[in-house]
């Protein structure tokens, strides 16, 4: 019985140190993420785009982010991607639909 409460009492102290440590984490990537969104000097809607990008793929993805092309929302992708492959017909025009939704957009089509 003691074995068996040293044990659950272990197991505790583990998973309390492991969300304190996730807890740190993730308070580390907001101060980084926020101190280079002032350095930028981004206010409004630009700050929370950099902001929710920086903290979903750290500070260095976030700058690649803003030099890759545009991803579209599927709705606008599919306008998009249909008003591109105007010129298409038949099976090239489907492969190309599937190839510019796949991609987000006709801009983002290799």
Known sequence: MKKLFAT???AAFALSATSAFAANAQQDKMKTCNKEAGEKKLKGD???????ECL????AAAPAAAEAP??????EAMKACAAAGK????????????????AKGPANVK
């Not at 630009?46 to 929710?52: A, N, Q, T, V």
């Not at 545009?70 to 709705?75: T, V």
């Open 8 to 10: 659950v009492i272990a």
């Open 56 to 59: 979903k793929g750290g500070a």
């Open 70 to 75: 545009k991803e579209l929302a599927p709705k």
């Open 46 to 52: 630009e700050r929370k785009k950099f902001m929710s």
């Open 87 to 102: 010129g298409k017909k038949g099976d090239e025009y489907k492969k190309y639909l599937s190839d510019c939704l796949k």
